[in-house]
Structure formats: C-alpha cells, structure tokens
T-cell receptor, first 115, second 112 residues
Framework: DTAVSQTPKYLVTQMGNDKSIKCEQN?????MYWYKQDSKKFLKIMFS???????INETVPNRFSPKSPDKAHLNLHINSLELGDSAVYFC??????????????FGSGTRLTVV | DQQVKQNSPSLSVQEGRISILNCDYT??????FLWYKKYPAEGPTFLIS?????DKNEDGRFTVFLNKSAKHLSLHIVPSQPGDSAVYFC???????????FGQGTELSVKP
C-alpha cells in the first residue's frame, strides 16, 4: 500500500502545453507539500496545504496552481510549460503541526521534461 | 540564498568503515534537523532527526551530531554497508508551517 502516490511518474511534453500532476496520500496527514528538485539537486518547497487550505506559497510563477479537493489530495497544474520547468517534482505529506522531527513522507516523484 | 548546504557532492567509503556526511546551515532559528535517504527513482525517506536542544541522537548504526555554535551537523554511519549507498539529504525546519529546507544532497557509495 503506497503511502504517498504521484502520477504520472514520467511526463514529456512540449513547450506551451498545460499539464497536471496528481498526488494522493493515505496516511491521514493534514498537511501536503509540493517540492521541486532542480538540475542542481536542491529540493525546494513550492506549496504547502493544510486541510485544503494554502499555507505556504513560495516564489513560484503564477503558471503553477495547486489544487486540494480534500486533505488526501494535492494536485499541481502547470500552464504554458517552459523549458526551465523541467525537473523532478515531489509530493509529500506530514501530520499537522510538524515538519519538525517527524519529517515528511514523500512520493516517488514525477520527472517532467519539457521539450 | 541557500540556508542549508552540503558541500560534498559525493563520498566513497569501504564497507565496514565509518561514513561521515556533513551539513552546514546559516539560520539560527532552525529548531529541528533531519536526514533523508534517497534511492534512484524513489522519493526521499526519513532517516533520523535531532532537536536543537540536543547535540546527539542515535538510532542503530546512524548517529546525528549537532554543533549549534558552528551551525553544523553530521551523520555518522557505522559500520557502512553496501545497501547504504544512496543520496543523503540534510534538512532543517524553522517551524514556520512545517516547512523543511533541504541541502543539495551527498551521494554516498559504499564499496564491498
């Protein structure tokens, strides 16, 4: 039973397209995140949702729009894809109020390639 | 401005010996520090953590040391095993909505 699952695992698309990445967690966690791992390998937070409410929105272009229909799902929609959006995107979840010593549970990532 | 840094992109160690992975941070407000392990094509998995009120935490073969005055932490793996070969990420929490800030990772290779 996968705790945090992302789909698709690989995504190759052309510049200018719109695409979505889906994430679901079955851990009963209240908080979900999107992280981006760029070519320099840093994992950088993009968004955080707590019980469907946006609580962290880092400096991310407006082309990226997260959507949380319920606390078990956090999807990421990207409009007008650019070459620089190519990266691995990780979804994660954590219990409410942590991110402290409990850490996150990550999905296996979605490798997005924009050509 | 990268607040968490792992300056060694890679480390190679012989099986049975000690692996020491290092991490430096700049923000004195960080209150928890974590290590994650990542295999290829998988997400990072939580390994061990330490609170800023402690200077050492041990879990089996893994020990994390925190030196607050130097803003430095390290992960020791003793003895190292080939299955430990992975990328290790250091992360820190500033307790602002649970946000974790990650370093860029160190790739550990444990040779038989």
């Amino acid at each position: 039973d996968t705790a945090v699952s992302q789909t698709p695992k690989y995504l190759v698309t052309q510049m200018g397209n719109d695409k979505s990445i889906k994430c679901e967690q079955n851990l009963g966690h209240d908080t979900m995140y999107w992280y981006k791992q760029d070519s320099k390998k840093f994992l950088k937070i993009m968004f955080s949702y707590n019980n469907k409410e946006l609580i962290i929105n880092e400096t991310v272009p407006n082309r990226f729009s997260p959507k949380s229909p319920d606390k078990a799902h956090l999807n990421l929609h990207i409009n007008s894809l650019e070459l620089g959006d190519s990266a691995v995107y990780f979804c994660a979840s954590s219990p409410l109020g942590t991110g402290s010593n409990y850490g996150y549970t990550f999905g296996s990532g979605t490798r997005l390639t924009v050509v | 401005d990268q607040q968490v840094k792992q300056n060694s992109p890679s480390l190679s160690v012989q099986e049975g010996r000690i692996s020491i992975l290092n991490c430096d941070y700049t923000n004195s407000m960080f209150d928890y520090f974590l290590w994650y392990k990542k295999y290829p094509a998988e997400g990072p998995t939580f390994l061990i953590s330490i609170s800023s009120i402690k200077d050492k935490n041990e879990d089996g073969r893994f020990t994390v040391f925190l030196n607050k005055s130097a803003k430095h932490l390290s992960l020791h793996i003793v003895p190292s095993q080939p299955g430990d070969s992975a990328v290790y990420f250091c992360a820190a929490s500033d307790n602002q909505g649970g946000k974790l800030i990650f370093g860029q990772g160190t790739e550990l290779s444990v040779k038989p």
